[in-house]
């Protein structure tokens, strides 16, 4: 055969292939979904991913099931996550922990979060408060700053485990109050509250989602927002800063990620569809009911967000070590 009408023919199978390929991905997803939660069922933000899958089934032709994965401070459920397939069919819900703390933390960390996942877009911001049991005997910040220094050994922290923000946060607010508050790892938001209100936890910071039923049957009390201003949804409960604590800033968020390699068309829909939802009144009302600020944006909007919170985190690990080692 000629060259010339070998080239033409080698172009035209090039473009049917191309053609092809782009056909069957805009038919994505053509099968289920399975969202890796790295949090227990029962907390906030695994409540508030399974409504989402329910709305998102019908728009999208497939459900979205949930996987959870908790431990680690995130990091089983995004290791399973940065390891599954990149064909679109495994997406996880990452956070402040998995995705800025911990590459901070963890000598051995068994993901890279820059090579190993596909930012796909950022879902929303948690209202972190400060609770403890109702039946303790404290009112406020300083009350309970004088119960933990006359009780060394009784007070426990709860915490999402080795790492995490909490753990971080026990470590300064130890160096500061010069306390010996314990934190105790557990594998969800839903399980921090339950022990908190039962009194198994003395105190706690978790977003506040988790804590609505037992705050309106008196089983917590709110003693500090963990924000610069105070939550119109939580007028009456002071900063940090208000409370005497000023010192340590943090903004909690949640996003969702593939596995490096994921086609474009995939992130693209994802994006799309979530962005779509976090829009609609209703939905946006609901994430509001339980203490959440939707966020949104483009993938490549997350990925830059990302890279700026990962060196912010870098200051938090620094100052809650220099507070520690003093």
């Given at each position: 055969?000629?060259?010339?009408?070998?080239?033409?023919?080698?172009?035209?199978?090039?473009?049917?292939?191309?053609?092809?390929?782009?056909?069957?991905?805009?038919?994505?997803?053509?099968?289920?979904?399975?969202?890796?939660?790295?949090?227990?069922?029962?907390?906030?933000?695994?409540?508030?991913?399974?409504?989402?899958?329910?709305?998102?089934?019908?728009?999208?032709?497939?459900?979205?099931?949930?996987?959870?994965?908790?431990?680690?401070?995130?990091?089983?459920?995004?290791?399973?996550?940065?390891?599954?397939?990149?064909?679109?069919?495994?997406?996880?819900?990452?956070?402040?922990?998995?995705?800025?703390?911990?590459?901070?933390?963890?000598?051995?960390?068994p993901y890279d979060p820059d090579r190993d996942l596909a930012p796909i877009g950022k879902l929303f911001y948690v209202t972190e408060v400060l609770f403890v049991p109702a039946n303790l005997p404290v009112a406020n910040l300083a009350e309970l700053r004088a119960y933990a220094a006359r009780n060394p050994t009784q007070v426990?922290?709860?915490?999402?485990?080795?790492?995490?923000?909490?753990?971080?946060?026990?470590?300064?607010?130890?160096?500061?109050?010069?306390?010996?508050?314990?934190?105790?790892?557990?594998?969800?938001?839903?399980?921090?509250?339950?022990?908190?209100?039962?009194?198994?936890?003395?105190?706690?910071?978790?977003?506040?989602?988790?804590?609505?039923?037992?705050?309106?049957?008196?089983?917590?009390?709110?003693?500090?927002?963990?924000?610069?201003?105070?939550?119109?949804?939580?007028?009456?409960?002071?900063?940090?800063?208000?409370?005497?604590?000023?010192?340590?800033?943090?903004?909690?968020?949640?996003?969702?990620?593939?596995?490096?390699?994921?086609?474009?068309?995939?992130?693209?829909?994802?994006?799309?569809?979530?962005?779509?939802?976090?829009?609609?009144?209703?939905?946006?009302?609901?994430?509001?009911?339980?203490?959440?600020?939707?966020?949104?944006?483009?993938?490549?909007?997350?990925?830059?967000?990302?890279?700026?919170?990962?060196?912010?985190?870098?200051?938090?690990?620094?100052?809650?070590?220099?507070?520690?080692?003093?």
């Amino acid at each position: 055969m000629a060259l010339k009408p070998f080239l033409k023919l080698c172009a035209a199978a090039a473009a049917l292939a191309t053609a092809g390929f782009a056909a069957g991905q805009s038919d994505y997803p053509t099968k289920p979904i399975r969202l890796i939660v790295p949090l227990a069922p029962g907390s906030v933000t695994d409540a508030v991913l399974r409504s989402a899958a329910q709305e998102l089934q019908p728009r999208l032709g497939q459900p979205i099931v949930i996987d959870n994965r908790p431990g680690a401070s995130g990091i089983v459920g995004t290791d399973a996550c940065a390891k599954a397939p990149a064909d679109g069919y495994t997406v996880c819900a990452v956070y402040l922990a998995s995705m800025s703390i911990n590459p901070h933390t963890v000598a051995r960390l068994p993901y890279d979060p820059d090579r190993d996942l596909a930012p796909i877009g950022k879902l929303f911001y948690v209202t972190e408060v400060l609770f403890v049991p109702a039946n303790l005997p404290v009112a406020n910040l300083a009350e309970l700053r004088a119960y933990a220094a006359r009780n060394p050994t009784q007070v426990n922290f709860g915490t999402l485990g080795e790492g995490s923000l909490q753990e971080l946060f026990v470590a300064w607010l130890n160096s500061e109050w010069k306390t010996s508050i314990a934190g105790i790892p557990y594998k969800g938001g839903g399980p921090i509250s339950s022990a908190i209100a039962s009194g198994e936890l003395q105190a706690g910071m978790m977003g506040v989602g988790n804590f609505v039923g037992l705050m309106q049957g008196n089983k917590v009390r709110a003693l500090a927002v963990s924000a610069e201003q105070r939550s119109p949804l939580l007028p009456h409960v002071p900063t940090m800063k208000e409370a005497g604590l000023g010192g340590f800033s943090s903004h909690v968020w949640w996003g969702l990620a593939a596995p490096a390699g994921t086609p474009a068309a995939a992130i693209n829909r994802l994006n799309t569809e979530f962005n779509r939802l976090l829009r609609e009144p209703r939905f946006a009302e609901f994430l509001q009911s339980r203490y959440l600020v939707p966020a949104g944006g483009t993938a490549q909007e997350f990925a830059s967000f990302l890279k700026a919170d990962r060196e912010q985190a870098a200051s938090l690990v620094k100052l809650a070590a220099q507070k520690s080692a003093r």
